[in-house]
């Protein structure tokens, strides 16, 4: 059968820098081709080219047998090629209709908007794709998967045959990424072929027929996923041998550090009692919604006190905001890097010393010396690739940025390490280094708490589970009786 | 090839240096070419003249940087200017001064006063942007239209006059030949430069701009911070409307009309960015200088004052669509 998509011998250059510099891509119809490769690899470049927001160098590209020139984007989709990218836009005070008809709304006399066809139209849309979403609500009031789910029907509106995913789940719980890959399924039947990107190698074998690995902005190799392991997969992404995936160095001891009693957070988190043991990676396992952002946030003095208690090394505290957890060496890497973890706008320097400003200075003076030296130490410890510690932090990696965010949590010496989702749209080099960071960590004496919506990466590190439900505790496991099974079966 | 990766080395450094000293090299440029046009453009008269033109708005501006640093904006100055004004000069009158016992601190009262009055409105300000999340727009327009209100109410619409040869010595008089205005500019701006390029309170500033979510999560009092930058920039308006007033010889309740465009255009010419977290206070002391030479020059060559306006609204646009265009190249 023709492929839909065929790239050959992709080349961009940058500055006489080599973005991409053999790109090649096959797509079949009625299939999932996960494109794979670690930040940097070109996978972006590659996309864009596609997609004709960039030009190309050299190469050609074959959209169902014919030789495409995108010059614009309204090109690739005038085409049949349409993108849904990491970061959604929708406009959010516009019902769904109005986003998937977003500059082409059908008009009735005297150019006013037909709102009753353009609904109907949405909602057969919707409909024949088994959405149960309605085409007069507003994008405000979906969830992310929603949006998703959105983006896919606004780009099936367009007649794509193609449709490319860029780390779709970045922003869905289990539950929602079920909910996305169904709706992927039902693509495929269709015949439609879809370009896969993701960081998570698990929904990759889950989805996934094809792949196409790149690497240093060359292509280096594709297949069937059926005749591929997952440790083959790795050491082609990363281009060297593995190493343990999850580096467990630490054995938790029974000296409690963190005791949580009858904690309530928010106003439907209730009654939360945990212990949390030096040397010990403790999980927080739950679905989306399910409170674990929420506990954190309780812990690390965000949201106000709604009761129980919390006992410190064996006092009494109340951490009533982020400097009082700070002070009693607890560390919050959050869940949404760009939003509540870095200054985007600020250097390496500013972001790794930002929790530690009140140590760096004296009578309310900067030291720059210690703050440069600082900031020096964790990019070193970190491994961060940078040129220097002035660049700004948006111009880094996400594992790179997602190290910046360590280092600046490791300056204030923490005691506790509270991790929401560490490993979100970090690449397998970069993820290794994190799991290495955390059991280090806790082998030294540390105490760790982590939520994960990874059951891999739950499985791999912690050495026991606390599962939430609906704001309560469900269950606990210890890492003897621990399996994906019997997280989801009390998660759900 | 070598030379090749030089010239993109040179690129790349001139670049950088253009993001830096862009507008530097703007208002060397204007000087240049007005110095060229007019050979009384560089007499020592004529640049202590800009100088004092550019301090009421430089000190101003530099109010406005700490507060468009956190992503706000201070509509209120110019209104608190003329409260300041008026507050601290009916104390600093000649008839004042002959009824107050202690007569030779009156001028030290008074000054403090005009502060303080503009310290209070920008806590008022700062609490309703930071604790009652009021948007700053709003905020600070409310205050425009309130302080105004006050000072005519204050002064039942009449200036204050005659006020004693002390006061009036901060706006007419001089140190080491210097003239006071621009002495207290420049110290304004080397205490800013330092609090916001050396303290701890500077960092929280650009952090708290820069993303407010995760300066919060760094244990950074942002909303103390907010609160201050507004505070900061009042008091400065106080300061600059007691100049204004000693320079005028008495405080007229409609001084300082439009005073906040001004100091937004220096600080925007300046290179700071409106949504906050990126910006320098050198940028601003440039940006209110090149506003003042631009206005001398074009006094000087005999332009109608209404062109004026017309070519300071250019010049606010050009300053900021070359700095997006750089960012783009960025």
Known sequence: MQPLLEVRGLTKSFGGVAALSDGRFTLRPGTVHALCGGNGAGKSTFLTIVMGIQSRDAGSIRVLGKEAQFTRPSDALAAGVSIIEQELSPVPAMSVAENIFLGREPTGLFGRVDFARMNADAQELLDSLHFSISARSLMMDLTVAELQLVEIAKALSYNAEIIIMDEPTSALGEAQA??????????????????????????????????????????????????????????????????????????????????????????????????????????????????????????????????????????????????????????????????????????????????????????????????????????????????????????????????????????????????????RGVDVGAKREIYRVMSDFAAKGGAVIMISSETDEVLGMADRVIVLRDGRISGEVGRDALSANSLLHLAA | MNTNADTQDFKARAADYGQRYGILIALVLVCAALALANEFFLTQRNIINVLRQASINGILAIGMTFVILTRGIDLSVGSVVALAGVVSASLATTSATAGVAGAPYAFYIALSLGILVGMVAGWVNGVLVAYFNVPSFVTTLGMLSAARGLTLLYTGGRPVPSLTDEYRYIGTGDLFGIPMPIVLFAAVFVVALVVLTSTRFGRHVYAAGGNPHAARVSGINVKRVRMAVYIISGALAGLAGMILAARTGSALPQAGIAYELDAIAAVVIGGTSLSGGVGRVTGTLIGALLISVVNNGLDLMGVESYYQQVIKGMLIVAAVMLDQARHKHA
């Open chain 1, 178 to 423: 079920d909910e996305l890959f169904a709706a992927i399924k039902r693509l495929k039947e269709q015949g439609k072929g879809i370009i896969y990107v993701s960081h998570r190698l698990s929904e990759i074998f889950e989805i996934a027929d094809e792949y196409t690995v790149f690497r240093d902005g060359r292509f280096v190799g594709e297949g069937a996923i059926a005749d591929v392991t997952r440790d083959a997969l790795i050491e082609m992404i990363v281009g060297r041998p593995l190493t343990e995936e999850f580096a467990k160095s630490n054995t938790p001891t029974d000296q409690p550090v963190l005791q949580v009693n009858g904690l309530n957070a928010e106003t439907w988190v209730k009654d939360i009692s945990f212990t949390l043991h030096r040397g010990e990676i403790l999980a927080l396992y739950g679905l989306m919604g399910s409170g674990r952002s929420e506990i954190f946030e309780r812990l690390f003095g965000l949201s106000p006190d709604m009761g129980g208690q919390i006992t410190l090394n064996g006092k009494r505290v109340s951490l009533s905001s982020p400097n009082d957890a700070i002070a009693h060496g607890l560390a919050f890497v959050t869940e949404d890097r760009k939003g509540s973890g870095l200054n985007l706008m600020a250097d390496l320097r500013d972001n790794i010393c930002m929790a530690r400003l009140d140590e760096l200075s004296k009578l309310g003076f900067m030291n720059r010396a210690r703050e440069a030296s600082a900031a020096q130490r964790m990019i070193e410890a970190f491994g961060i690739k940078t040129p220097n510690d002035r660049l700004v932090v948006s111009g880094l990696s996400g594992g790179n940025q997602q190290k910046v965010v360590l280092g600046k949590w490791f300056l204030t010496e923490p005691g506790i390490l509270l991790l929401d989702e560490p490993t």
